[in-house]
């Protein structure tokens, strides 16, 4: 079975601030790994995904995410939050040969001015 | 470029009526088609994954009896809400996946029950 954990609801960070968004996974195999961000009152948009490779890879709007097997993370960065970024983000993983994907409870971003 | 459309975007309904939405893949077919029902303050749970040439498959806590899913192409698929209660309401996203490894997310539709 897969899972997803978010393991932060709320982060509150100042514009200009580094950010981490954490996303640990549970899967007898390396999944496809997503971050997704949903804006108020809006769906989902993809930030950014993993397959294979290059265990950092780069997202939209300067985000960009790290895949860790040791410690089954896809921990989301950005070097300097903007206000704007302030939405709910959701960590995702698909097995590979599947089609389902399973989202985490997702992470609140709050950027204080 | 590959698009998902959703429609209708919001719809209301009266409490025990019913309610059907729909998705349609633009620019590319869609193999398969999930359905989640994000419900208020919540994350997205999977109501069921259809795909081409197989029988839908419903998640556990959704049946087939109460969100009926119709995908009679490669391109359009849509979901009914039958007699839809209070717990029903939320946002409705269709993720149509192409025959790589891309899946594509409409923008939802937003169901509210009175």
């Known amino acids: 079975a897969q899972s997803v954990t978010q393991p932060d609801a709320r982060v509150t960070v100042s514009e200009g601030a580094s950010l981490q968004l954490r996303c640990k996974y549970s899967?007898?195999?390396?999944?496809?790994l997503f971050w997704y961000v949903q804006y108020p009152r809006q769906g989902l948009q993809l930030l950014l995904k993993?397959?294979?490779?290059?265990?950092v890879v780069q997202g939209v709007n300067g985000f960009e995410a790290e895949f860790s097997k040791s410690n089954s993370s896809f921990h989301l960065r950005k070097a300097s939050v903007h206000w704007s970024d302030s939405a709910v983000y959701f960590c995702?993983?698909?097995?590979?040969?599947?089609?389902?994907?399973?989202f985490g409870d997702g992470t609140q971003l709050v950027v204080k001015p | 470029g590959a698009l998902v459309y959703q429609y209708p975007r919001r719809t209301i309904c009266k409490s025990g009526t019913s309610m059907r939405m729909e998705c349609q893949a633009v620019?590319?077919?869609?193999?398969?088609v999930a359905w989640y029902r994000q419900s208020p303050q919540k994350t997205f749970e999977l109501i069921a994954l259809s795909t081409v040439n197989s029988a839908i498959k419903y998640e556990q806590n959704f049946t087939q009896e109460k969100f009926p899913i119709s995908h009679p192409n490669l391109s359009f698929s849509s979901m009914t809400v039958l007699n839809a209660y209070l717990e029903d309401r939320g946002l409705y996203l269709c993720?149509?996946?192409?025959?790589?490894?891309?899946?594509?997310f409409g923008p939802g539709t937003r169901l509210t029950v009175l």
């Open positions: 620019g590319f077919q869609a193999t398969s």
């Open positions: 993993y397959y294979s490779g290059d265990p």
């Open positions: 899967s007898s195999v390396t999944p496809y």
């Open positions: 995702a993983v698909r097995r590979n040969n599947n089609n389902r994907i399973f």
């Open positions: 993720g149509a996946r192409t025959g790589g490894n891309e899946q594509y």
